[in-house]
């Protein structure tokens, strides 16, 4: 029962950690991110998460692999519950939409790594974004296959979805000052999983398929 407990709080406490350090590397980037600074933010000492952790290296690491490896599984595990490639590429966008908005620090992570050449991007992110894409072409060759899509580039195809979604979600300060001065040219929602996961579900659908939709 002790033991139980005594892992439970563990658990909270890396939780707590990984939060912290997703916002404060957000927020600095890798080299202006502080140890002491994260340790503030999650309520802990530093020795506390390097016995739990590690050091900078190895927190950048967990901080953003919990998230690349959690949505790996989740459009994994989504994937094989669904039977059409149309259905699989939608819920491909929606799941990639619902994770940026559950973790909306994780990209501007994300763009730091892309603008700075992917210096600092883990391995083991690597690994789950290699994995991703790999979902992402298995949906593309089945709908080729089923005569609903064409052959098209997976990895350009994932930065089209992810660059959609991060951007848009990214850009929110600037299209409520654009939407504050010039009306309903653009809206300043923040929630990317819903009508927005929506309409960039439905473009990518048309860029792929054989026979365009409405």
Not at 48 to 68: C, E, N, P, Q, V
Not at 182 to 194: A, H, I, K, N, P
């Amino acid at each position: 029962m002790d033991g139980s407990r005594e892992k439970g709080r563990g658990q909270r406490t890396i939780f707590h950690i990984l939060q912290a350090a997703v916002e404060t590397f957000s927020e600095s980037g890798f080299d202006g991110a502080r140890m002491d600074a994260i340790a503030r933010r999650a309520g802990v000492n530093k020795a506390t998460i390097y016995y739990h952790i590690g050091d900078k290296t190895a927190l950048y690491t967990a901080a953003m692999h919990r998230i690349s490896g959690q949505t790996y599984k989740i459009i994994a595990g989504k994937a094989g519950e669904l039977a059409s490639p149309e259905e699989r590429l939608a819920m491909f966008v929606h799941t990639f939409a619902e994770t940026v908005d559950a973790n909306p620090r994780m990209g501007p992570m994300m763009l730091r790594e892309v603008a700075g050449g992917g210096q600092r991007l883990p391995g083991a992110v690597i690994e789950d974004i290699a994995g991703i894409v790999g979902l992402l072409a298995q949906i593309i060759d089945d709908g080729h296959k089923a005569g609903a899509f064409r052959r098209v580039p997976p990895f350009m195809l994932y930065m089209m979805i992810v660059g959609s979604v991060l951007l848009y979600k990214t850009s929110a300060p600037v299209r409520q000052r654009v939407s504050e001065e010039y009306g309903t040219l653009v809206d300043g929602q923040e929630v990317v999983s819903g009508t927005v996961a929506q309409e960039i579900a439905r473009l990518i659908l048309n860029a792929v398929s054989i026979q365009p939709r409405v």
